[in-house]
């Protein structure tokens, strides 16, 4: 049988490489993972040498990942996630739990607006499963699905024959910008790349991007942002305009305006899962919900 290079890697390599990403050190590595940081180093070493690739760099006092690096850490993250999920799989049979449901969210369209209200019903109906939501870019949903990371995921319709969907609801871009000056009824990407731009950072980002280039225009972008919270003080700060999905925008947003884009840009959000795939009790009755 042939070995692949990374079968022969430390796990904690993989492991730490996230904690890395957040903490900048892998001394704080070392202590959240319970082991020394030679230990780290060594296994880090080992990953290189293993992959052939350079996954950390030291820049500013910090140790920061590089793209490789990047790539690496999502595989240890997945792992993570994984591990806790089979953990607590076994507990919830030994307490004789009818099992757990983890559940893909795009983010605030879904997370704020569609999920409470089917979670609340579900729960209503099947209070001994368990819940996980888990909040994952837009383009790594259909993997989290395929591996496993979740069982079931709120996302953007999809052209992929290996995923069964359902729609929930319809949904379309905004420009969000301060309310200090009137602005035109429906704004164009001319009219944006004329201002200084705050990018998303969430799951709308490829179509906000795939947007403007339709429209062969390149936003001129000074800010980026993943928390919609922060993005919305940058904007109400007037450090620039943005587009965000209609539902991920809070009901109230003081300081600040919704706009409608031209051309439109609409987006169709469905419940999508393996097709085909073995489905759960739990799984299955949340699917049959909708």
Sequence with gaps: ???????????????????IRETGSMTRAAMALG???????????????????????RMGGQIRLTAEGERLAELGRREALLRQDAWEDVTALKRKKAGALRIGSIGASASTRLLPQLLGRYQSRCPEIRLAVREIPETAMAEA????????AITLAQDDPSLEQLPL????????????RVWPERLTPQ????????????????????????????????????QITSLLALVRAGLGAAIIADLAAPEHHPGLLKVPLDPPAPREI??????????????SAFWELI
């Design 1 to 19: 049988m042939n070995v692949r290079p990374l079968d022969t890697v430390p796990i904690i390599a993989l492991r730490a490489l996230p904690v």
């Design 35 to 57: 082991v020394s940081q030679p230990a780290i180093s060594r296994a880090i070493a080992a990953l290189e040498d293993k992959s052939g690739v350079v996954v950390t760099r």
């Design 145 to 152: 699905l395929k591996t496993g990371v979740v069982d079931v």
């Design 169 to 180: 609801t319809d949904d379309h871009l905004v420009a969000l910008m301060p309310d200090d």
């Design 191 to 226: 009219d944006l790349a004329t201002l200084p731009f705050v990018m998303t950072k969430g799951g709308s980002e490829p179509l906000v991007r795939a947007w403007f280039a339709l429209a062969g225009v390149t936003p001129d972008i000074r800010h980026e942002a993943q």
């Design 270 to 283: 469905v419940l999508a899962r393996l097709a085909g795939g073995p489905a759960s009790e739990a799984l």
